[in-house]
């Protein structure tokens, strides 16, 4: 048996010594030092915030211009004058970046002759004279290159409270907004799809019993039954439109159902460009007749898709169907393929009459459509969103009135095959 462990022992000690003063001869040094903090100390007294400000020690000013400048924000800075007097790099970039040698210095107004002058003056004014944060938010450029900024101006006060700087920060929501936006019609349209399927699935056996009903009424009419009426031969017209339009409803009530895909559905790589120039080599024909000229745009190297072709080919047809139809009299359909980091990207770029702003939220709903009634249900873009969106892609609009709408496909790549070597 092994031995008991012996515990160590605490043992507390006594102090035998008193502490040791030092003596350390006053030098003046220390005595500025205890001067300052007897100072320091009575100004506290005296207004505690202010002496606390005062005693902090001051930023360095090279590290303040490097805070600056690694912002991710673009910043300026003006006086009430509307003098330049930062300008960081972050605002350097962009579309409307102007470098900062050419700016600091200069009035606003005067590097930036593109701005609304009455509007921003309005702003600074308004800045200026209640000393309260101001936030706007603006848009820039149009379709592809449209962007959306939110402006803060911020005050800058002076010990007596008057506001004589303003710092005007500028923040590229583009694609936080893009992001809400596919998120808020993600949602919006999972709740109208559940809808449509439901009232799709409770309609499809009345329409099955009605269909065969007027089937077997048909056969009837065609056999002897009919045969003592005078207007047998209207009654069979009448029966035939009941069973074509029961079809007709039939087959929408399908498309619907289609929203909810089968994730099971199989999936190949799939090169898009050859299924888009399949689909659009069908339709060559009707572009030709309504006199849209095609062109087409391929990358070279652009990595495949892992889809079902059937389902590209249906988005790639409702697609180019829809510039068609934008371009009754003729116009151009211009198709891109191109390889966007991780993504296969497509576009479908026509020069029709554009989406006014009041549609475009409701482009991707189901039965949204301008035809005239019996045209088209308006299920294109609906049935189109939830093939893209079930393939883990995008599908986005950007369009001008009167210049054109460009619909943009975007798809992840499929992954690279590996390959054994030896
Ligand atoms: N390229 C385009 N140019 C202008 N408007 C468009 C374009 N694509 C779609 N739209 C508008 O969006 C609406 C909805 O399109 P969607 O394809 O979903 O339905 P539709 O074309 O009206 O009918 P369906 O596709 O079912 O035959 C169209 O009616 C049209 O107003
Ligand atoms: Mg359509």
Redesign the pocket.
């Known amino acids: 048996m092994a031995a008991p462990r012996k515990r160590p022992r605490l043992r507390l000690r006594k102090p035998t010594a008193k502490p040791t003063r030092v003596h350390v001869p006053k030098t003046a040094y220390s005595r500025r030092r205890a001067k300052a903090a007897t100072r320091a100390a009575a100004a506290e007294a005296a207004d505690p915030d202010g002496a606390r400000r005062a005693a902090r020690p001051a930023v360095d000013g090279d590290l303040t211009a490097s805070i600056v400048d690694s912002l991710p924000v673009g910043l300026y800075v003006i006086d009430r004058n509307y003098t330049i007097l930062c300008w960081n790099r972050t605002r350097e970039a962009g579309p409307l970046g102007l470098l900062r040698e050419d700016v600091i210095g200069k009035n606003l107004f005067a590097v930036l002759p593109s701005l609304k002058r009455s509007r921003v003056a309005a702003e600074f004014r308004q800045v200026f004279a209640r000393g309260r944060i101001l936030q706007v938010e603006e848009e820039t450029g149009s379709g592809a290159e449209r962007r959306h900024y939110r402006i803060t101006k911020v005050p800058v006060k002076n010990a007596s409270g008057a506001v004589t700087h303003v710092i005007t920060v500028g923040e590229d929501t583009t694609e936080r907004r893009r992001m809400e936006q596919q998120l808020f019609t993600s949602d919006k349209l999972a709740s109208i799809g559940r809808l449509a399927e439901g009232i799709a699935h409770e309609l499809n056996n009345p329409m099955a019993a009605i269909a065969s009903a007027a089937e077997a009424v048909l056969r009837r009419s065609q056999a002897s039954d009919f045969a003592g009426l005078a207007d047998a031969g209207e009654l069979r017209v009448l029966l035939r439109i009941i069973e074509e339009e029961v079809y007709r409803c039939k087959g929408i009530i399908g498309r619907l159902s289609d929203f909810s895909r089968d994730p099971g559905v199989e999936r190949d790589r799939v090169d898009v460009r050859e299924v888009l120039d399949s689909v659009a080599g069908m339709l060559a024909h009707q572009m030709k007749q309504r006199g849209v000229a095609l062109t087409v745009a391929h990358a070279p190297d652009l990595p495949p898709v892992l889809a079902n072709e059937g389902e590209l080919r249906q988005v790639f047809l409702?697609l180019i169907?829809?510039?068609l139809?934008?371009q009754p009299r003729g116009g151009a359909l211009h198709l891109t393929t191109r390889r966007a980091g991780g993504e296969v990207v497509l576009e479908?770029a026509?020069r029709?009459?554009?989406?006014p702003p009041e549609?475009r939220a409701r482009?991707?709903e189901p039965f949204?459509?301008?035809?005239p009634p019996g045209?088209?249900?308006?299920?294109?873009?609906?049935i189109s969103y939830g093939i893209v969106t079930a393939h883990g892609g995008h599908l986005e609009?950007d369009?001008t009135v009167g210049a054109g709408?460009t619909?943009r496909v975007r798809l992840p790549a499929a992954p690279a095959l590996l390959t054994h070597a030896g």
């Open positions: 409702a169907l829809n510039a139809e934008a479908f026509d029709g009459p554009g989406i549609h482009l991707f949204f459509t301008t035809k045209q088209g249900p308006g299920l294109g873009l609906y609009v369009s709408t619909v």
